[in-house]
């Protein structure tokens, strides 16, 4: 079934509807060497707003803060009709430890800093960026807690976090009747399938929404890397050193096991008169579980190609196809509990019952 941007969709077990795709603006600045200028960052978001988009994706190091000042600009004249969603945690200042990290103090002066940013009285949504490993979580939750009661957080949301962390700051949330988690932000895509192991049947059993980042697993679906881009002591072919697509390259994301994903993809693609970024963005948009996909564009004609995965229809057997050429080993317990296969192994005098 097709969608468009105002098929609105719940946020986890909340009230709060946003669009099927968000839009990052991670790519609104060029302080990253390969953003949008202000004038390009201007015409995606009013494309992506035109056509009935309301949910967008920042952070407070985005683009050295550019990110923050930008979309605030954009979103000054609808801005209780849109989304906004931002994260707290990553280093601020490289010279103030405590300008980083997940405790309160770090918190409230990122969210301070935010709100200066986005030129706003509150922030729709606020996630947690990065697990430190450090702070308490009672720590986290109740400093979550009182910027909700605050009026300067709606809702609150995790990313880049373990499975079982999660969980447990859910349930001490619901037990001790502090704001609770509603939504995962994670790194999925057809080349990034872990998340499928612990995150992904975590959130939807603990209600949170998942939302995809990454879902073009960092260009690789799109169908721009091929075997030559495999060396990674050489150049990648027709880019420069320092763009985005070496970095990738040099980050490990292009192997033959991504490649062959996206040899699938664009088979599929051709088949269905669609993009490979199409194919790619739909299967994400319709994996059990996510409720939003965030794409990335730096261009006008990138975002028009993205919004098209909402007008793509895969088959059952194509979907088959794209689950098998990028399954991953689940590991201990899931294949095992996932087995129907049940074998009998005798040590000594004892019978044991086994899968698999």
């Known amino acids: 079934m097709s969608l468009s941007l105002d098929t609105y969709r719940l946020l986890g077990r909340s009230g709060l509807r946003v669009s099927p795709l968000a839009l990052g603006a991670a790519t609104f600045g060029t302080e990253w060497g390969w953003g949008a200028e202000r004038e390009e960052a201007r015409k995606l978001f009013d494309r992506y707003t035109e ?140 080349i990034e399938r872990t998340g499928e192991r612990d995150l992904i049947p975590m959130a939807r059993e603990m209600g949170l929404g998942v939302v995809p980042f990454s879902p073009l697993g960092g260009g690789v679906l799109t169908g721009k890397y091929s075997r030559e881009d495999l060396n990674p002591a050489g150049p990648v072919a027709g880019e420069t050193a320092g763009s985005r697509k070496s ?44 409720t939003a996909p965030i794409i990335g564009a730096r261009t006008i004609a990138q975002l028009e190609d993205n919004l098209g995965a909402l007008q793509v229809d895969l088959t059952p057997s194509q979907l088959a196809r794209l689950d098998e050429v990028s399954a991953i080993d689940l590991g201990i317990p899931h294949g095992l509990l996932a087995s129907d296969h049940i074998r009998t192994v005798t040590t000594g005098d004892m019978k044991i019952e086994t899968r698999g």
């Open 51 to 190: 056509l009935g988009g309301n949910f967008f994706d920042t952070a407070s190091t985005y683009t050295n803060g550019s990110s923050e000042r930008l979309l605030g600009e954009f979103a000054r004249t609808n801005r209780d009709g849109l989304v906004l969603a931002t994260k707290y945690s990553t280093l601020r200042r490289p010279s103030d430890p405590n300008s980083g990290g997940t405790h309160r103090k770090s918190m409230l002066a990122s969210v301070e800093a935010s709100l200066r940013r986005l030129n706003t009285d509150y922030i729709d949504l606020l996630y947690l960026n990065v697990w430190d490993f450090r702070t308490p979580v009672e720590e986290i939750l109740r400093g979550l807690d009182d910027l909700v009661r605050q009026g300067k957080v709606l809702y609150v949301a995790i990313s880049s976090a373990p499975a079982w962390q999660v969980s447990r700051m859910q349930m001490m949330a619901d037990l001790r009747g502090w704001s609770p988690l509603v939504a995962l932000e994670i790194e999925y895509s057809l």
């Open 247 to 290: 970095l990738n390259a040099a980050l490990g994301m292009v192997t033959e096991r991504t490649l062959a994903i996206a040899d699938v993809v664009k088979e599929v693609a051709s088949e269905l008169g669609h993009t490979p970024a199409q194919v790619a963005l739909a299967w994400t948009l319709n994996a059990p579980g996510v």
